[in-house]
């Protein structure tokens, strides 16, 4: 019992000190190294790996041992023992196409891997956004909520010596109790999303982030320019493109594996001697030489040529299908890219103090009696909503640059 119980504190005292705040830098290095779906992923690559050795191996020669008895014990015609070696050689290149199409299929597997890793990527930046943002909401509603305690509290001494009305007071109190009820969600959100960063990031615990600011930095758009680097760049495109490529290398292999093959056979024979008084032989071996020809009755069916060659035509279809979405999603990218540029761009340094000053100066005018609690919560609401928008602009813009990033193919 205590063994378990100094076990239960070791493990206890290992997640809290495992908690950790973290910044972008680490966040995103720890998702490529610690991802677990990611790890996972990885191993297609040594399956892959694994096919193309497999894919090298070379037709089996057969060994065949036979025994024969000529009636030696009724008539003493003799006994015989066979041993035969066959091989089948790869005349028509079976090995080399089978080896050919697990070496673009492993290609494939690295570009698809690329891919995953991107799209990893992308989830892990918006998580990011998403948890900054929270991250936000937290503090604004934190700094309003400190602001309406200390309001509602200096109400309750003002009501005592009549500087206040009953209603205000109560208003306020009660204004209170309901920025800090929405303060208990918003900080659960927040801790939502940061165990949203703990997964992508193998499960270590990840208490806070350290990131004060969103990255604003520009990203001019040259839409022709950002369609020649996403055909070039775009692991997912290249996947296609060596999809396209398998294909044909699989019709091939079908070809090949029906084309015109050899077996050839090497014998030895020992036999033993005939005792028989009417025809008598003594021991002698022999040895036998021979090529058989199989006789492919089946190419007359077609069907899996025929197969191959739709599959060539169909992943010929679907890589210019890809290069159409593509260049839709690169259109889309840079679209929103430019929304919510223009939408940032009304979120400048004068709005943004402007709505503090009338926060602030509604706070200091409703303590000095010179403005109403309604003005003030106005007043409060409209700095919040404004706070607000800016802080979902910010998150919007950046991740709008984090979906042209991948849509181009970085």
Known sequence: MKKIYSLSIFILLTGVLSAQSISHERFIKDVVEKNVS?????????????????????????????????????????????VGLSYNPDLAGVRRARIQVAKTEKEITESALSAYLSSLRLQAEEAWAETWLKKKECELLQKNCNDMRMIAQSDSIRLSVGDVAQTDATQSALESRVLSQELIEKKAEYRNCLSVLSMLCGGSRIEDIECDTLSEQDVPINRSQMYTTATERRADLRAMELSMTLSEKNLKLVKATRAFELGLSLGYSYNTEVKNELAPAPIYNGLSVGISIPLKFSNFNRGEVTAAKNAVLKNRKMYDAALLEIRNEVDQACNMLEATKQIMAQYDESVLRDAKSIAENRKIGYTKGESSLVELLAAQQTYRSTMQGYFDACSKYYIAKQQLKKAVGY
């Open 38 to 82: 990611y790890l996972a992923e990885k191993y297609d690559i040594d399956i892959a790996e694994a096919n193309v050795k497999a894919a090298k191996i070379f037709n089996d020669p057969e060994l065949s041992v036979s025994y024969g008895n000529n009636q030696d014990w009724s008539i003493q015609m003799g006994q015989s023992i066979e």
